[in-house]
Each structure stands twice: as C-alpha cells, then as structure tokens.
C-alpha cells in the first residue's frame, strides 16, 4: 500500500509544483515523513490518506491504486467485475 500511495502524492506534488515540505506542513507531518511514504518505506495512517486525499481533491481509492484518475474501481486479475 505503502509505495502506490507514495508513487501517486509524488506525482500529484510534482505536477502542483508542491516541494515535499510544503506538503508536509499542508498534512501536519514531518518533512522525513513525506519522503518516506514516497520512498515507499513507510504506509500512511489511514487519517493522513485521507488528508492528502482532500488537499489534492482525489479519492482515497486513487491514492490507494484502487481506481483510475477517472473514479473507475481497479481489479485485480483473479477478481470479477460486477
């Protein structure tokens, strides 16, 4: 979960032109913090999905690797789509 979240902040963060402690300050995190959940080292806590979820104006699902940029939900190849 960890380095999908992290993968789609760098991306939203790059693309806003948002350096990491600005980011940082916007969620109420440590600078390290931001830098480790984009490295992949460390999964955010649930509170802090759905702040950056908020300031970036995606889902948590997105965040999550669980839908696409268009709100469509992402299976896996052993699940079915209804």
Avoid: H
């Avoid at 979240?5 to 390290?32: D, M």
């Avoid at 992949?40 to 669980?66: C, H, M, Q, T, W």
């Amino acid at each position: 979960m960890g380095s999908c979240f992290g993968n789609k902040i760098k991306e939203l963060r790059t693309e806003r032109g948002i350096t990491q402690p600005e980011l940082a300050k916007a969620l109420g995190v440590s600078n390290g913090m931001v830098s480790l959940w984009e490295n992949g080292v460390n999964a955010p806590k649930a509170e802090y999905i759905v702040s950056a979820a908020r300031f970036f104006n995606v889902s948590a699902d997105y965040l999550l690797g669980l839908e696409d940029e268009f709100g469509n939900k992402i299976y896996s190849n052993t699940e079915k789509k209804e």
